[in-house]
């Protein structure tokens, strides 16, 4: 069975740094390119961030450039996403997705909000 559970949101300042992870199993961890989405209320899904499947080529969506770092550790199956100096407008539930081919699999999100 296909699993990608993400964790680590919560509520932040503005400024302040979190880290997300994606603990996956049930599929081959080190051969997906790994992306990270994100959704606010009455948003559209935006990409993130995308890794690829050994970790050399890293993109970032021009709203996070500079700010957020992704990153996986191929022997943990597990994905992550720093990210530091964060903004109101960073709220969001944030999603994992792995891809190999036409093939994709979703995490369930973990919830985001950057407030004072």
């Known amino acids: 069975q296909v699993r990608l559970v993400e964790s680590g949101g919560g509520l932040v300042q503005p400024g302040g740094s979190l880290r997300l992870s994606c603990a996956t199993s049930?599929?081959?961890?080190?051969?997906?390119?790994m992306r990270w989405y994100r959704q606010a209320p009455g948003k559209e899904r935006e990409w993130v961030a995308y890794?690829?499947?050994?970790?050399?080529?890293?993109t970032y969506g021009d709203a996070v450039k500079g700010r957020f770092t992704i990153s996986r550790d191929n022997a943990k199956s597990t994905l992550y996403l720093q990210m530091d100096s964060l903004k109101p407008e960073d709220t969001a539930v944030y999603y994992c997705?792995?891809?190999?081919?036409?093939?994709?699999?979703w995490g369930q999100g973990t919830q985001v909000t950057v407030s004072s």
């Open positions: 997705n792995a891809q190999y081919g036409s093939i994709e699999y």
């Open positions: 890794l690829s499947s050994v970790g050399v080529v890293r």
């Open positions: 049930g599929f081959t961890f080190n051969n997906h390119v």
